[in-house]
């Protein structure tokens, strides 16, 4: 069976089918006789031994990749299970009610959940959502339903779900996860982005995916077409693992390229930088040959933990970044953006009609000026320390950057007043995300130093076509022609200005829309790390001349896919490389 979806990260992936989903906890009620209650007892503690033994190794696996924090949720969830009113109420109801352990286990938790849910304050609320979390835990082994998390991994897989979230990608391990592939989303999801920069294959958007496959099926994930082949003939998986050893043979290949500059062939160079979330990203960017960071998404800091991350946790993350990349490579922060597909467990946020047109990034920023101050604190603090630049995502008018600014300026006075050295000329950009500031960049463009075009944002909104939704994918359309004529426009309004432009969008790291966005006079690439080195061998074999025409021309023309093939035509090498 062969499946279309999107292709979300490129590469070959081939192993056995592991299905990630919530298995549905059924229990059936069942009185019991006198004699039968000890052994209920006595299972009902087994089975908590065995699931707090699973609990210590998911809280180790989460402590060494995720931090303290995240570790903290599990210790949580264990000392749950050994809670003496928790438990001590299972097992009178087990004596009293004459029931299975399943029973009691879900009759007592729903007690405790139901004052939990009661209660006022907003922390112990919480708690009703980690102890039914922790009963599911248990009752699946008292009925033996085998638990699947990421952590229980062992083999080298290929991960089968609805959807994953920012925080399960950032679970994966790449020794062992061979694809991934889902139900929902598109190429800027981003899910799809982080298996992009950990190199995991990817289709995405396969709407029904997960009802095609079963746990234990053969499953070869193309992530360069955007195909999944489920239990294919011999042949067929022979001659994807050939194409995965010619892609691995490329892949080397363009590695000689890792210490040479990105020059075109008539000697105009660019800056190809990566896209990063954490400073273990940064160690794969500088492996894949950046020359900087264009996009520090900062959000992945705050996720997969309990609570805001501290000044300090947050100064050591820009800190190890802004020193592993130097006094010559820039590395540019951006501010939280969070909202949209990115949510806080503990940031109390309504659910919205619109998320991406809601309370996100810098309008949830301005709105809590405590959580801003504490991020501008540590990211001024950690621009003594490297080439660190600083920008607002989401940005809409020139009141929110002014705004932001003003707070920057009290901040960075804060910072003097006590001795805290940092550079009070770090450059501040914005993020063109948004129509309205592509359209007035020529107004924004005399207020920052920098534009970083954030494209997967700046097509959904041009083309209102949300970029999380499978079924109108053929309209996500970074090549249409009101994205260009748009990008023109910043690129322009910032060199009359004397300023630079990048992109950090996944647009920057499109083979085919490298020529179009180098003739238009892009300053900066920033895409993610796997992309680098295959950008800088088409930049190589480019002409910035060559390059200026096919933009020209592509400007003048009506429609994405007459775009796309008219610059694959002219630049016969992006063929060969895709
Ligand atoms: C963008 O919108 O292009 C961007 C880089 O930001 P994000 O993908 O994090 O929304
Ligand atoms: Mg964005």
């Not at 050994?82 to 029973?103: F, R, V």
């Not at 991934?180 to 995991?200: D, E, L, P, Q, W």
């Not at 597909?341 to 920023?365: H, Q, S, T, V, W």
Request: aromatic share 6%; hydrophobic share 45%; proline share 3%.
């Amino acid at each position: 069976m062969e499946c279309k979806g999107i292709a979300a990260a490129s590469g070959y992936g081939l192993g056995r089918a592991f299905l990630l989903e919530d298995q549905e906890v059924r229990v059936i009620r069942q009185t019991i006789s006198s004699d039968a209650v000890d052994r209920e007892i006595a299972r009902l503690e087994e089975e908590i031994r065995q699931a707090i033994a699973e609990l210590e190794t998911v809280r180790d696996t989460a402590r060494q990749k995720l931090g303290d924090d995240a570790a903290a949720i599990f210790s949580a969830h264990i000392m749950m299970l050994e809670d003496p009113e928790y438990l001590g109420g299972i097992i009178e109801k087990i004596k009293q009610a004459m029931i299975n352990a399943e029973a009691a286990v879900e009759e007592v938790t729903a007690e405790f959940v139901a004052i939990f849910s009661g209660m006022d304050n907003e922390y112990m609320r919480e708690r009703a959502a980690d102890l039914k979390d922790v009963a599911g835990r248990l009752l699946r082994r008292l009925l033996g339903i085998k638990t699947m998390s990421l952590a229980d991994i062992a083999e080298e897989v290929v991960l089968c779900a609805h959807d994953l979230t920012p925080s399960d990608t950032a679970q994966l391990d790449r020794d062992k996860v061979a694809g991934f592939v889902t139900n929902i989303g598109g190429r800027t999801s981003h899910s799809a982005i982080m298996a992009r920069s950990m190199g995991i294959p990817a289709v995405v958007g396969l709407k029904d995916i997960v009802t095609k496959v079963k746990a234990g099926d053969f499953v070869i994930v193309d992530g360069n077409e955007g195909k999944v082949l489920v239990n294919p003939p011999e042949g067929i998986i022979q001659e994807y693992r050939a194409k995965k050893e010619k892609f691995a043979a490329r892949q080397r290949e363009f590695e000689k390229l890792l210490n040479e500059k990105s020059i075109t062939s008539d000697g105009v160079q660019v800056e190809l930088a990566a896209n990063i979330g954490n400073p273990e990203d940064a160690k794969g960017a500088i492996t894949n040959g950046a020359e900087g960071v264009g996009l520090y998404r900062t959000e992945f800091l705050y996720m997969g933990r309990a609570e805001f991350p501290s000044e300090e946790e947050q100064f050591k993350a820009y800190k190890e970044v802004a020193m592993l990349f130097g006094k010559e490579r820039p590395v540019v922060i951006r501010t939280l953006d969070i909202g949209g597909d990115k949510e806080l467990p503990y940031l109390e946020m309504p659910k919205e009609m619109n998320p991406f047109l809601g309370y996100r990034a810098i309008r949830l920023c301005l709105d809590r000026p405590e959580i801003f101050k504490t991020q501008l604190r540590a990211i001024l603090r950690a621009s003594a320390y490297g080439k660190v630049k600083m920008m607002y995502p989401m940005i809409a008018t020139l009141q929110e950057l002014r705004a932001a600014n003003a707070i920057l300026a009290e901040v960075k006075q804060e910072l003097s007043k006590e001795n805290i050295s940092f550079n009070p000329q770090m450059e501040v950009g914005i993020m063109v995300e948004i129509p309205a500031v592509a359209a007035l960049a020529h107004q924004f463009a005399k207020e920052v130093d920098f534009f970083s075009i954030g494209t997967n944002d700046l097509v959904q909104y041009t083309l209102a076509v949300d970029r999380m939704n499978e079924k109108i994918s053929y309209l996500y359309q970074p090549l249409n022609p009101s994205v260009l004529s748009l990008i023109q426009n910043v690129i322009s309004a910032a060199h009359n200005e004397k300023k630079w432009v990048g992109m950090c969008g996944e647009m920057a790291g499109d083979l085919t829309a490298i020529p179009i966005l180098l003739g238009m006079g892009l300053d900066e690439f920033s895409m993610s790390a796997s992309s680098i080195l295959a950008a800088r061998a088409l930049i190589r074999q480019l002409s910035k001349a060559d390059a200026v025409d096919i933009a020209q021309a592509a400007l003048k023309m009506d429609d994405a896919e007459a775009i796309k093939a008219y610059v694959e035509q002219k630049v016969s090498f992006i063929a060969g490389l895709k």
